[in-house]
């Protein structure tokens, strides 16, 4: 379908599914990797049989379109996964996410209490703006509870204070729900949520298996993966990209090129541009900020070391961040069943101390805080394999929207040129949505006009044909049936009604006439002065009623407002504090 060939670099989730819809498509996609497998940090490692990923991945999304095309691939060795991760925090283990019985349990009465105290002041004094992270975690969950379960953790990832990373980043990680999304899971128990989930799939030796079908799938239809292969210069004109030159066993080539998509760090991507950019689009890109990461594997000849798939380390005294353990994603990842395979995930920058660190010295570090952290014996660990993977996290740092629009309004201006994935378009984007803007992009270059840089996680999860029951046939529905009632409104007509009603009867009564005129109405003068059942007893009667009945009128939609107010609050605070299930999941 084209002249020259589609060339996609790198060949992590979001590469391997824009070659996979290409080629549904007839195309035949050229795909770039630069390593010795595919998966990019999603791959699987092997180290003597014992499989690891790099930082541990689930697969579940509510895209139906990469959730079929994930079972797909894998069909039986797609194993479902019961979900069990905890914090650690003070020598303790705390339920993830939080529960009540066991945080009291494990900080006692008075910590808790002060928590409890620290969040009710963040909700009667919040900070007005929600400009950082350490804003924005406080006003929901009161400062002490972000002190103690946010802070340290949060700051070992990213190497920079809580506030300095921008808030838009925890608004993304923590999804806000939708008040519909809150009153809904409440009300019929749908879990509209991504984040509220206790049990996913995986592979069962590992997300790598899932990039090997994809790669054998291209291939086999005619697409090439080229491993080792890394693009080094990208030549343009006319806003179009005309070639790729690529380094493989230090052979340099270049290829031509009719369209390309790359899911490359998008500040290598610009480096490698020819000719260069302009000085203000190089200067941004090197402002932009990735965090490396190191994992530690340690073989311990063990059977059991603890329950968790993971663990995170709420700890400054050490100074690793995370723990796998590899047995309790799959059985299969571990070769000996008496053995544990665990991974001490080390965050860091490119250059700085622990990345440096000799391998010894990271050994011996991982398995001194091991046994620090009373989970396993030092004598215990019989072999190790360290795995340095630079550039895994995108860092949102206060500058870096100014400095990624610079690069976004130089790159549109090349037409044959499109951004995907996270490393790509530095976004903290989660495995299935990468997949998905992939899948989109490839949809571009056949005809469509998707936004890549648009698409909104929360909008795809939300909008999802999949979600069969609905309270409500509108969000408008929805909107009036817990809109709050007009006090004045509900008083009037409350009084109105009920006024005239006993102005008709009275009305009534004198015009039916004999010789009583109903005694029971008339016992209403006991409580009306001057009422009797009289035409100008009636007037007296729906004034005396009218007023009453504003009054209740009033009242009731006073509290029926109050508690509805009441009852949407707690259940918004519920399902926001459920979805830190996601939060900390996606480092």
């Known amino acids: 379908m084209n002249k020259n060939p589609v060339v996609i670099l790198g060949a992590g989730p979001s590469g391997l599914a824009t070659a996979y819809e290409l080629i549904k498509q007839g195309v035949r996609p050229i795909v770039l990797e630069k390593a010795d497998k595919v998966g990019g940090i999603a791959r699987t490692e092997t180290y003597k049989d014992y499989y690891f990923d790099i930082g541990g991945h689930r697969f579940f999304t509510k895209i139906d379109r990469v959730n079929k095309l994930w079972h797909e691939m894998m069909g039986e060795d797609f194993q479902k996964v019961r979900r069990m991760s905890r914090i650690y ?21 008075l910590e808790s209490l002060l928590m409890m105290l620290s969040y009710i002041n963040a909700q009667f004094r919040p ?58 899971n409440a009300l019929l128990g749908i879990k509209n949520a991504k984040s509220l989930i206790d049990e996913f799939y995986y592979p069962i030796k590992g997300p790598g298996m899932m990039w090997q079908r994809f790669q054998e799938t291209i291939e086999a239809e005619g697409g090439k993966v080229m491993l080792n292969s890394e693009a080094i210069g990208l030549k343009h004109k006319n806003g179009r990209i005309i070639s790729v030159s690529y380094l493989k066993e230090d052979k340099r080539t270049e290829i031509p090129v009719d369209h390309l998509i790359s899911s490359i760090p998008i500040t290598k991507l610009v480096a490698t541009l020819d000719p260069q950019p302009p000085a203000e689009v190089l200067m941004a890109a090197q402002k932009l900020s990735y965090r490396a990461f190191i994992i530690v594997v340690l073989i311990i000849d063990k059977q059991e070391l603890f329950s968790d798939q993971w663990i995170y380390i709420h700890n400054p005294n050490v100074k690793v961040g995370r723990i796998q353990n590899f047995k309790n994603w799959s059985a299969a990842m571990v070769p000996d069943s008496q053995k544990t395979s665990v991974g001490m995930e080390y965050f860091c920058t490119e250059g700085d101390e622990i990345w440096k660190m000799p391998d010894d010295e990271l050994i011996d570090i991982a398995s001194r805080e091991l046994s620090e952290l009373g989970l ?16 895994a996290y995108p860092v949102y740092d206060p500058n870096y929207r100014d400095y990624l629009e610079v690069i976004k309004s130089y790159l549109a201006s090349i037409d044959s040129l499109q951004t995907i994935g996270r490393s790509g378009m530095h976004r903290y984007n989660n495995m299935d949505q990468s997949m998905w803007v992939g899948m989109l992009a490839a949809q571009n270059f056949l005809g469509a006009n998707h936004d890549l840089w648009e698409i909104n996680e929360e909008k795809e999860y939300l909008e999802e044909k999949k ?39 009275t009305i009534w009564l004198v015009l039916k006439g004999g010789d009583v005129v109903s005694p029971s109405l008339d016992l209403l003068s006991q409580f009306f002065i001057g009422y009797t059942v009289t035409v100008s007893g009636a007037f007296k009667a729906f004034g005396y009623v009218f007023i009453w009945g504003f009054l209740f009128g009033w009242l009731f939609a006073y509290l029926r407002n109050l508690l509805l107010a009441f009852f949407i609050y707690r259940v918004k605070k519920k399902t926001e504090i459920l979805t830190l299930l996601d939060f900390f999941d996606h480092f």
């Open 89 to 109: 925090y003070e020598g303790r283990l705390f339920n993830y996410p939080l529960s009540i019985p066991n945080t009291l349990f494990n900080l006692g009465i």
């Open 127 to 184: 900070y007005r703006e929600e400009k950082t992270f350490e804003q924005w975690v406080s006003n929901r969950f009161g400062r002490r509870l972000y002190k103690t379960f946010f802070q340290t953790y949060t700051e070992k990832v990213w190497g920079i204070p809580c506030n300095k990373i921008q808030a838009e980043w925890a608004a993304q990680r923590i999804r806000g729900l939708s008040l519909i999304a809150a009153v809904t």
């Open 376 to 391: 396993s014996e030092i004598d215990r660990v019989i072999d190790s394999f360290i795995v340095r993977q630079p550039g």
């Open 467 to 505: 979600f069969k029951a609905k309270p409500f046939d509108s969000e408008n529905g929805f909107i009036r049936t817990f809109s709050r009632m007009d006090k004045l409104a509900m008083a009037t007509a409350v009084g109105s009604v009920s006024g005239l009603l006993f102005f008709l009867s």
